[in-house]
């Protein structure tokens, strides 16, 4: 609780230190002056029934200051914070997405459960920085219930215990109430995110030509709609659940007031108290109740506000464990071993007190086979890579699996060689790829370049040596300039390197057809946008890989697969020539055409997480086994196809 308000209040700081003061300046102010109100009101009332007129009208002078001042000074608050939190909330918001899009791994976009606390904190973000403020007020409410509880015990000791026996009891409803609304947006956290996922099929532009011919629509869209259903139900219970509970709590602070005013009254009429006392008592329980019932509510808005803190701190941790490898190896265990009782439990994934906010994995990668990871070593990188890249008894599954996607997988790659992978769907290939470009860390064993452990390399040092292009690749809707150029962001409007990349993937022709060359823009998302065919996207694709000049390792996992056979042969034989003039770099092919890879100077192929077979084609095709069977198939269909 202490960490998460320290890390509330250091955020205020840090946005505008001098704009909190001065915040805290006009709450302190505030507070006084409406609490002097209900003083100079007595002594008004006090001199009018005793006739000293004079004396009453400087006492309602003072009172109408104390009252205009009070005003001006909530008038005030509220301008200023409604500045700050706007800045607050951009800033909050700046490092959600700079924290998400800055881990290496890519386990929180694909594991459903990580994907459900990024969308429960989005929504609660405004929570976060309006906490801030609802916590001054907190502060603010409770010294003018403090002067309350002073000038009400000046009459009579009992008038306070009246009055605040009914505050602790509204606190508490009003914090349950906020947990009854915090735990329904956690509860169906899954179902909006698939509500949104369905919503966005039906009026998407890319899913449109299948919805339509396809007559899904309908069914999709109510599929939605009983997402949506779902998710308003138990929010309506829950707001109405908190509904019931903040009329009990506002029941005991109307309880209480009454009480405290009837108690005056009786002490009036047996001349214990004035006229005076009972303006005052009026007044202060109006101010009193008013400030509880404030205060509870703000309360409220500081509970949900640390809870959604809680959440951008489990992010933080998140997102330095990611960076670390002896962290996340050491956190993930401690993840992992409450999976079984998350599964049962629907409370907050994120709670501070029951979770430790760390990187997911499964308990039996800590094992004594697998050992801890490697503090990151101190030697760079070489410029161009001697022996290549080694995989030593590699094995991996997913999170939040059980199956293993890859079986003690022991590999070579050879500086300056192109390596085909090959293999039907669901062998391993596209793993095998995140694993080398560190999106993924190995449960087991470890990837060496030039000697160098992987695993305890910068990831963002290791990125910067690499080029990727994947099957389901990124399409940038910027113009066609922008959309290769972001392949190496320090060279992303040399519009010489654009052009370079494109010609080296074979796609100068394609901007040259466009209307405004490089400066075409590209996709729905502009207005007179282009919208280019996938197989457009995947050549701009290629050329965005090839920006970089001399990679460490090159990746094309299925990067043409929307481009015919020879097309892609063309590209997969350019590349390999272009492996050949550059040594110091592994080139990894991974396709299921194996016409295509004639050219690569090496074939692994992979069956079950497992190499299975490795060699040249003339050798692998000239003995049995999977790679020379497949290989006859796919030549056979060929054959067949031509003859039609």
Known sequence: MIATLRTLLLLAWRIDCRAALVLAAFLLSGAVSQGLVG???????????????????????AAGTALAAGVAFGRAE?????????RM????????????????????????????????????????????WALALVVEHTAQIG???????????????????????????????????????????????LERQLSETVTGAEPAKEVRLGGAAPVLEAMAGRHWEEVSAALSRAGTRAGLLTFAGSAAFLAGYVSALGCT???????????GDIVLVATVGVQFVTQASRLAFHFGSVTAGLRAATRLTWLRHYAHAARSPRAAHDARAAHDARDAHDARDARDPCDARERVPVVPARAERTGPAHGAPPERVREALPERLARGITLRRVSFAYPGTTRRVLHDLDLHLPAGATVAVVGSHGSGKTTLAKLLC??????GGEILVDGVP?????????????????QDLARFELTAGETVGVGDLPRLHDRRAVAAALARAGAGGLVADLPQGLSSELGDTFEHGLRPSGGQWQKLALARASMREAPLLLVLD???????????????????????????????????????????DLIVVLDGGRVVQRGTHEDLVARPGPYAELHAIQRDAFTAAGGL
């Not at 009246?162 to 956690?186: E, F, I, Q, Y």
């Open 89 to 132: 909330g951009l800033a909050v918001q700046e490092e959600i997405l700079t924290l998400t899009a800055g881990i290496p791994a890519v386990e929180h976009l694909e594991r459903p459960a990580y994907l459900d606390r990024l969308q429960t904190l989005r929504a609660e973000s405004r929570q976060l920085y309006f906490a801030v």
């Open 438 to 443: 560190g999106l993924y860390r190995p449960d």
């Open 147 to 193: 002067l309350g509880v002073a000038l009400m015990a000046a009459v009579h000791p009992l008038l306070p215990l009246l009055m605040g026996g009914a505050v602790l009891p509204s606190l508490l409803v009003r914090g349950r109430a906020a947990r009854h609304a915090d735990l329904a947006a956690v509860r169906t956290a899954e179902a909006t995110r």
């Open 265 to 275: 009254a009786w002490l009036a009429g047996r001349h214990q108290a004035t006229a």
């Open 39 to 61: 003083v100079f009101l007595r002594e008004l009332t006090d001199a009018s029934t005793t006739g000293q007129a004079v004396r009453g009208v400087l006492w309602a002078l």
């Open 78 to 86: 509220l301008a200023l914070m409604q500045e700050l939190a706007e």
């Open 558 to 600: 299925e990067p043409t697969a929307s481009l015919d056979a020879p097309a892609e042969s063309a590209v997969f034989a350019r590349y390999a020539e272009a492996a050949r003039r550059h040594p110091g770099t592994v080139t990894l092919l991974i396709t299921h055409r194996f016409p295509t890879v004639r050219a690569a």
């Open 454 to 470: 992987l695993g305890g390399l910068d990831p963002e040092v290791w990125r910067h040596r690499i080029s990727a292009v994947f």
